[in-house]
């Protein structure tokens, strides 16, 4: 089955505490993407890969890093993660460079710092 | 980067048509529309894209007027599980990636 898939699902840590968010697609897509999700902000994305070894910012980058060393896997890190990275992480996936951008998410990983 | 504006919230009944709007007066040449539908607790959901006039699939239509500047996404007879946020997203070659969302339409369906 194709699809996105985010480990761990759920996860309370504490500040300053590095954490990683895993990132998997199993559909040879060449685009990924990271974004939050925060209640009345909608969706706003965090870092993209348009390929392995290829990313770049997008709209809220600060506290947050990734790598693209295989062309399935897009890990986020939060090296020092404060309280205000509390959110919704949604991971995306597309097989159509640009201009289509038909994005498969996966299913969300909550993140709570206390 | 287009920007989109979209209604925060509409009401509808079941079995009604529902018309959700998306403003991006800035759209470029090259940028396509695309929506997504997200229901509670779950990453969204690709549901159609168009770049000009009229398209059509088996959930939703878009239409597109001449000049692009607006949207409209149609979903025809909604049910109770169409209750969702519905986002519009529009993007082209120059995005080079970069995707902005906007905050998205929660459409709430009423028996």
């Known amino acids: 089955e194709a699809q996105v898939t985010q480990n761990p699902r759920y996860l309370i840590t504490v500040t300053g505490k590095k954490l990683t968010v895993t990132c998997s697609q199993n559909?040879?897509?060449?685009?990924m993407s990271w974004y939050r999700q925060d209640p009345g902000l909608g969706l706003r994305q965090i870092y993209y890969s348009m390929n392995v070894e290829v990313t770049d910012k997008g709209d809220v980058p600060e506290g947050y890093k990734v790598s693209r060393k295989e062309k399935r896997n897009f890990p986020l890190i939060l090296e020092s993660p404060s309280p205000n990275q509390t959110s919704l992480y949604f991971c995306?996936?597309?097989?159509?460079?640009?201009?289509?951008?038909?994005?498969?998410f996966g299913p969300g990983t909550r993140l709570t710092v206390t | 980067l287009a920007k989109t504006t979209q209604p925060i919230s509409m009401d509808s009944y079941e079995g009604q048509e529902v018309n959700i709007t998306c403003s991006h007066n800035?759209?470029?040449?090259?940028?396509?529309i695309t929506w997504y539908q997200q229901f509670p607790s779950q990453g969204p959901r690709f549901i159609i894209q168009?770049?000009?006039t009229k398209v059509t699939n088996e959930v939703a239509s878009l239409f597109i007027p001449a000049d692009r500047k607006s949207s409209t996404l149609s979903l025809p007879r909604v049910s109770l599980s169409d209750t969702a946020v519905y986002y519009c997203?529009?993007?082209?070659?120059?995005?080079?990636?970069?995707?902005?969302f906007g905050q998205g339409t929660t459409l709430q369906v009423k028996p």
């Open positions: 559909m040879n897509h060449e685009y």
């Open positions: 995306a996936s597309s097989s159509d460079l640009p201009p289509l951008y038909e994005q498969y």
């Open positions: 800035n759209i470029a040449t090259n940028d396509y």
């Open positions: 168009g770049y000009k």
């Open positions: 997203l529009v993007a082209g070659s120059s995005n080079t990636g970069k995707l902005i």
